[in-house]
């Protein structure tokens, strides 16, 4: 079964940066694009970024282009989403994902449990 664990959340001012990771284990990060989503109170959750299984395919949400960026590293098994020039609308609980295929809706193959973001005015 594979697991994913998030962590880097935490509280930050507005304009500053933050970099999630993502740990998965129990399967081959290469054979799972990935992805990012996030939840604020109140709202669905929605998608930040997604990145393909090489690499090689990038897709972000018009909301955080400029700002975020995702990578990927198979040999640690590992995905980041660096966050530069947040804003209190980033705020929001952000979820790593993994996929068999490239998407950028929500109905990825497994989940992991969270981190959260605070991004302070």
């Known amino acids: 079964q594979v697991q994913l664990v998030e962590s880097g959340g935490g509280l930050v001012q507005a304009g500053g940066s933050l970099r999630l990771s993502c740990a998965v284990s129990?399967?081959?990060?290469?054979?799972?694009?990935m992805g990012w989503f996030r939840q604020a109170p109140g709202k669905e959750r929605e998608f930040v970024a997604a990145?393909?299984?090489?690499?090689?395919?990038?897709s972000y949400a018009d909301s955080v282009k400029g700002r975020f960026s995702i990578s990927r590293n198979n040999a640690k098994n590992t995905v980041a989403l660096q966050m530069n020039s947040l804003k209190p609308e980033d705020t929001a609980v952000y979820y790593c994902?993994?996929?068999?295929?490239?998407?950028?809706?929500?109905?990825?193959?497994?989940w992991g449990q969270g981190t959260q973001v605070t991004v302070s005015s």
């Open positions: 990145i393909s299984w090489s690499g090689g395919t990038i």
């Open positions: 994902a993994a996929s068999f295929q490239f998407r950028t809706t929500n109905d990825y193959n497994y």
């Open positions: 129990g399967g081959t990060l290469r054979n799972y694009a």
